[in-house]
């Protein structure tokens, strides 16, 4: 593959990297510090502990999603790497969708208070976009490992 055909991309990691340790400097933390309600503003530090905590198997997905791009640009696509990158990338969206079922009580007792109850189907959604990113990387690892068995096949034969 020609070199730097993933630069879109790449910018795109990078860009996504940007503005979610952004929203982590800026965005939290002005809500910790300005809560809407000051009665239930401690049930709001479990959630924004839960989200700074989340950013870090975040990044780690960004990263090994980059190194994805860079084995692809290196036509290193179908090898034991682009596997272990697909494996980590799916470990990380896992570890983010358990992070955030851990959140979703406190959640759900925000809403209570402040009678929101779009504010959990607000929370849920990182969940279920996390456990897509998860299994869309599952069944990549999947057929990248079986691509590169039929592969390793075939150079034995011949």
Do not use: H
Not at 16 to 27: E, K, N, P, Q
Not at 64 to 84: G, H, N, P, T
Request: proline fraction near 4%; charged fraction near 15%; include cysteine.
């Amino acid at each position: 593959m020609k070199r730097g055909s993933t630069i879109f991309l790449k910018i795109a990691v990078f860009l996504m990297g940007i503005l979610v340790l952004a929203l982590c400097i800026f965005g939290v933390t002005w809500l910790t510090k300005n809560p809407v309600n000051i009665d239930y503003a401690y049930i709001l530090y479990p959630i924004i502990i839960g989200m700074y905590v989340s950013v870090i198997p975040f990044i780690i997905a960004l990263y090994q999603a980059f190194k994805l791009l860079s084995y692809i640009d290196k036509s290193k696509a179908f090898s034991e790497l682009s596997v272990k990158s697909l494996k980590n990338i799916k470990l990380s969206a896992l570890i983010i969708s358990g992070l955030y079922v851990v959140i979703i009580p406190f959640v759900y007792i925000v809403a209570e208070l402040d009678d929101a109850p779009g504010l959990i189907i607000v929370g849920m959604v990182p969940i279920f976009a996390s456990m897509v990113i998860a299994v869309f990387a599952a069944v990549l690892q999947r057929l990248l490992q079986e691509a590169i068995d039929i592969k390793s096949e075939n150079d034995l034969i011949v």
